[in-house]
């Protein structure tokens, strides 16, 4: 079955640690996307890239950082700079082109003690 | 800008039909989305408006209209499993099809 997988479910770190999320498709999706999203907030854009080796900032991109080193893989790492890490954290992927559609992972709670 | 504006929280009676808008003030978008996202889990596709009008699915339909500024979801036969958040996304004007969230309507349905 094609779909984007994210691990681990549930993660926890303490204060200070980097810490990286994985985002895997199988999709052979050109573009692919991280959210962060809190309690009463919608999903906020930290990183996105539209093809492989390249990747732009979204609206809260400090304290993150991203590779695109495969067509498949898209992973995030929350540095020790990004203040308020806890959060629920969803991968998404999109065809390319002019077809708009996201498909999003199962998504990643990261809470940070 | 692109304000999206969302209703924060709607209930609604099992069996029964419910409406929920999405209002925005943008200068240009290429099409508007509708996502379910259940507690926990991940938003999953609804449905897609980019010509005015009413899309129909089964027991779900959008409606668009660019003029007014003003999309809905309109869900009938409600069920319990319907209790979800709805999301309302634009897909902004440039090539890379970004797509600009509102803050989601909360739906409780209730027996």
């Known amino acids: 079955d094609g779909g984007i997988t994210q691990s681990p479910k549930y993660l926890f770190r303490k204060e200070g640690q980097n810490v990286t999320l994985s985002c895997e498709q199988n999709?052979?999706?050109?573009?692919m996307y991280w959210y962060r999203q809190d309690p009463g907030q919608g999903l906020r854009l930290i990183y996105y890239s539209q093809i492989v080796n390249d990747f732009q900032k979204g609206d809260i991109a400090e304290g993150y950082s991203v590779s695109r080193e495969k067509k498949e893989s898209f992973p995030l790492t929350v540095t020790s700079a990004q203040k308020n890490p806890t959060a629920f954290y969803l991968c998404?992927?999109?065809?390319?082109?002019?077809?708009?559609?996201?498909?999003f992972g199962p998504g990643t709670r990261l809470t940070v003690l | 800008g692109q304000n999206i504006d969302q209703p924060t929280e709607m209930t609604a009676t099992e069996g029964a039909i419910v409406q929920i808008n999405c209002t925005y003030q943008t200068s240009g978008f290429n099409g508007l989305f509708w996502y379910q996202q259940h507690a926990g889990e991940a938003p999953t596709f609804l449905s897609y408006n980019v010509l005015d009008g009413l899309e129909e699915k089964g027991r779900f339909s959008s409606f668009l209209s660019r003029s007014k500024g003003y999309s809905y979801l309109l869900l009938k036969e409600l069920q319990m499993k319907d209790s979800a958040s709805y999301l309302c996304a634009l897909v902004g004007a440039g090539n890379n099809r970004k797509l600009i969230w509102g803050l989601g309507t909360s739906l409780a349905v209730n027996p």
């Open positions: 998404a992927s999109r065809e390319g082109g002019t077809v708009a559609e996201q498909f």
């Open positions: 999709l052979n999706h050109d573009a």
